[in-house]
């Protein structure tokens, strides 16, 4: 079979079945209208698209905030490590409770489920370990406060899961260096309290008999010692304070020398008020529609054709039959 | 003459010349849709066959009167004389469904008319046929709570026109 005759069949026998499967793919392209998910309250729904008959024409415009972030994550090499990345920090900034959490922060009051499903959007730029994270909303205010609480809670959440042993080790010997360092200015100023004790020690009584002299001396004795047992004490418990304090700082220096403490997440662009709407898709969606009815027809007209084919033309008649074409009719004739 | 009666003249001939080629006298006209109405097309192809449409044409001398006439089942005393060799003509739109020239198949087999060729007509335009392709007008769409109004009327046409055609070979013979 022949092309020309392929089409001829398949168009020319079956025109009204392909056009109106056109036609009807023209009307769900014009109808389906992505970006209008935000229906607010009882008309709440968790489709992305929806159909619109009727009130299309006063549907609102739409604006997206974008803002950036950088992970706690090491730089990645390729992008599928990026895009690994950038699937983590998804899998949070689109669950519903966190989503319920931003949107509670900024006070908006819209279906967790469905703007998290439909409005929040997060995508890595290259390959690099930058995220980009768009909030959707019919007020461009709202949208740009609600990308930016996304933003801090996704940094948050980072910060709680992925605090590991290291960091938790160097905050433990910050927490015991800082209680050394508390005990040995206690131990310091016990030294000099008794230091100063020792120095503003009462004089001897004006009984010079050598026995009173003796006796005072004696207490002096006793007292000096007393007292320089226990500065001795003092400064050996100081001294031990001190090198442990050396030791543990040694530590979490080795700790951070050896690259196990991450990067810190952070927010490096903050989401802005978009100055202007989202462009609607009706465009792309028409030319879908138009696309699918076409295909759909002339899938369907050959399906027919398979089954009941069609001769269509003269020649293609009087092949058909092994007989000549003597003419055409002049006029067209009618059943009865 | 009108550009119509121009192209009617030439089927005419052609099909003169049809018969001609394969000696018959009667030309039968099979329409593969039954609910067309033929006898009309079958009168003015007869009368220009025959010059009775021009009448300044003159007459071809020693030429055969041939009889066009549509394909029915009819009994024999209605051939008027002519019980000379027939041919079979189909009449059909330009776009017709293959199983539909099935039967036209199975009744020039039975026969053994030759068929003499084809008359094709513009088939209606696509707003005025049905969705598939039938028209949805009543009188073309088949009985189809009685399955025996289309192939049995066509089977029934077959076995008349086979009895006709063995009632010619006795004659002959």
Redesign the interface.
């Known amino acids: 079979m022949e092309v020309n005759e392929a089409l001829r069949r398949i168009l020319g026998g079956h025109t009204k079945l392909v056009l109106a499967l056109v036609v009807a793919g023209l009307g769900i392209g014009l109808a389906v209208r992505s970006g209008h998910s935000l229906a607010i309250g009882q008309y709440g729904v968790h489709s992305c698209s929806r159909w619109a008959f009727g009130l299309t024409p006063s549907d609102p415009p739409l604006y997206s905030a974008t803002t950036r972030v950088v992970l706690d994550t090491a730089n990645p090499k390729a992008e599928a490590e990026s895009a690994a990345i950038a699937s983590t920090a998804r899998a949070i900034v689109t669950s519903p409770a966190h989503v319920a959490a931003a949107l509670a922060k900024v006070g908006i009051r819209r279906d967790a489920a469905t703007v998290a499903a439909c409005d929040i959007k997060l995508q890595p730029l290259g390959s690099s370990a930058i995220l980009q994270i768009s909030a959707r909303d019919f007020d461009p205010m709202r949208a740009a406060a609600l990308a930016n609480a996304i933003a801090d809670d996704l940094i948050e959440t980072r910060l709680e899961t992925s605090r590991g042993q290291a960091v938790q080790l160097v905050s433990d010997l910050d927490t015991r260096i800082q209680a050394l360092d508390a005990s040995i200015g206690d131990l310091d100023s016990q030294v000099a309290a008794l230091v100063k004790s020792s120095l503003a020690a009462p004089p001897p009584a004006n009984d010079f008999t050598a026995r009173a002299v003796s006796a005072d001396a004696a207490a002096a004795a006793a007292r000096a010692a007393q007292t320089a047992n226990s500065l001795s004490a003092l400064r050996t418990r100081r001294g031990d304070m001190a090198t442990e304090k050396v030791a543990l700082e040694a530590e979490r220096e080795n700790l951070l020398a050896a690259g196990a403490i991450p990067p810190k997440p952070t927010v490096i662009d903050p989401a802005t008020p978009p100055v202007g709407p989202d462009p609607t898709q009706r465009l792309t969606y028409v030319a879908l529609g138009l696309l699918l009815g076409l295909t759909a027809g002339v899938g369907i007209a050959a399906l027919l054709e398979t089954v009941r084919p069609t001769v269509i033309g003269q020649r293609a008649l009087g092949t058909a039959l092994g007989a000549p074409v003597l003419g055409e009719l002049p006029f067209r004739l009618e059943g009865a | 003459m009108s550009?119509?009666s121009l192209?009617?003249a030439?089927?005419a001939s052609?099909?003169r010349l049809?018969a001609e080629a394969a000696q018959v006298q009667t030309v039968e006209l099979v329409?593969v849709?039954r609910?067309?109405?033929l006898l009309p097309?079958a009168e003015r192809l007869q009368r220009l066959m025959n010059n009775a449409e021009s009448p300044g044409s003159p007459e071809v001398p020693g030429a055969r009167s041939v009889l066009v006439r549509p394909l029915m089942m009819r009994p024999p005393a209605a051939a008027n004389g002519h019980s000379g060799p027939a041919g079979i003509?189909?009449?059909?739109?330009?776009?017709?469904?293959?199983?539909d020239?099935v039967p036209?198949?199975d009744l020039i087999g039975i026969t053994g008319w030759p068929?003499?060729?084809?008359?094709?007509?513009?088939s209606?335009p696509?707003?005025r046929?049905g969705?598939?392709?039938r028209?949805l007008?009543p009188?073309?769409q088949p009985d189809r709570a009685n399955p025996m109004t289309q192939r049995s009327e066509v089977s029934e046409e077959i076995v008349a026109l086979a009895g006709t055609r063995d009632r010619a070979y006795r004659s002959e013979a």
């Open positions: 550009r119509e192209d009617l030439v089927l052609h099909l049809a329409a849709d609910s067309v109405d097309v003509v189909l009449v059909a739109p330009s776009t017709v469904k293959k199983a020239l036209v198949s068929l003499l060729g084809v008359i094709t007509y513009r209606a696509f707003w046929r969705f598939l392709g028209r007008s009188g073309s």
